[in-house]
Nanobody, 124 residues
Framework: QVELVESGGGSVESGGSLRLSCVVSGWTYSGYCMGWFRRVTAIEREGVATIDDEGITHYADSVKGRFIVSQDRAKNTMYLEMNEVTVEDTAIYYC??????????????????WGQGTQVTVSS
């Protein structure tokens, strides 16, 4: 059974930084696409960034140049370093994984395994 657990959310002032972590267990394939998403409406999750098993990354235009996605495969962990945050970055952030090619910052509908989410709140 695949399990993803996010951590690192919290409150931060505008212009500050925060780092999210996502630990994955139970994934038995060598290939994958992992992604960070954030809930922007009650039903929609926006793709923020993805990283694949080769370390290739993609970012949404809204976070490009500010956020960095990385991974430590020895620790089965993916990270999202959030820099120069703004109030528009306030959201619940989720990590996800699936057996597919990363072709962009991610579409929620393509991912079948999700974490429970972690809240990020940016104050002005």
């Amino acid at each position: 059974q695949v399990e993803l657990v996010e951590s690192g959310g919290g409150s931060v002032e505008s212009g500050g930084s925060l780092r999210l972590s996502c630990v994955v267990s139970g994934w038995t394939y060598s290939g994958y696409c992992m992604g960070w998403f954030r809930r922007v409406t009650a039903i929609e999750r926006e793709g923020v960034a993805t990283i694949d098993d080769e370390g290739i990354t993609h970012y949404a235009d809204s976070v490009k140049g500010r956020f960095i996605v990385s991974q430590d495969r020895a620790k089965n962990t993916m990270y999202l370093e959030m820099n120069e945050v703004t109030v528009e970055d306030t959201a619940i952030y989720y990590c996800a994984i699936d057996l597919l090619f990363c072709t962009g910052p991610g579409r929620a509908i393509d991912f079948g395994h999700w974490g429970q989410g972690t809240q990020v709140t940016v104050s002005s």
